[in-house]
């Protein structure tokens, strides 16, 4: 924080006036827990658990450095008329709410967008440790973002996330990772897919089991 205030605002601060301030300010230890979030995030491939504490944590910081600027700028008192230590005070203050801001931002728009990439990679089902991991605000953001999707597909009448690198077969042999039972097709049908058993499934309808990991292909030239 100290780094991100303007050196002559030091200098305008009488010596002791100035260690005294620093003293404070490094006591507060400014943007730590938003950057605990951030560091979180960075530190896992998917979508970890919507971290409500922290975030709570960040938010009284914020809420507790506006109420300290407002109390160091009351309505009847001039900003300019301020002594010099306080106007740093205040002006650090400021930075570190904006730092957090940002911060918070960088945290609910990271989450978002891995939520979007995971649409396309997956479908509209999202795996169930993944929609343990979202708060009610992100489960509401997937289920609309799904239904962009998916309206603008049936439009177009074509499967946006289905690979788009021209087939050679009409069908692919796949081998069934789970016993799910039957399943609908996207053309339309049905089957009934039991742990190990072959199946040759029209590509379509393969896409989106291969995507969230109910079959495998199978080399045929094995």
Known sequence: IRSEVPAVAWLCCPAGAAS?????????????????????????DGVPPHND???????????????EIEAMTPDDVDPNSLPDGEKVFIFTHFQALERNRRLLLAYVVNR???????RWSTGPVLPKETAAALSTGEKEFF?????????????????????????T?????????????????VSGGSINLQMGCQYSLRRADVDQLLRQGIVELIDTEE
């Open 169 to 185: 077969e009409l069908n692919l042999a796949v081998r069934a990772l789970k016993d799910v039972g039957e399943v609908m097709t």
């Open 143 to 167: 289920r609309r973002y799904d239904s962009l999707v998916s309206t603008y597909s049936d439009a177009v009448g074509m499967d946006l996330t289905a690979d788009i690198t021209p087939p």
């Open 20 to 44: 005294s301030l620093w003293q404070r300010i490094s006591a507060m230890e400014f943007g730590l827990k938003a950057r605990d979030l951030i560091l979180e995030l960075k530190r896992s």
């Open 53 to 67: 504490d922290q975030l709570r944590r960040v938010l009284a910081e914020v809420s507790g450095l506006w109420e």
């Open 112 to 118: 978002a967008r891995r939520l979007q990439r995971m």
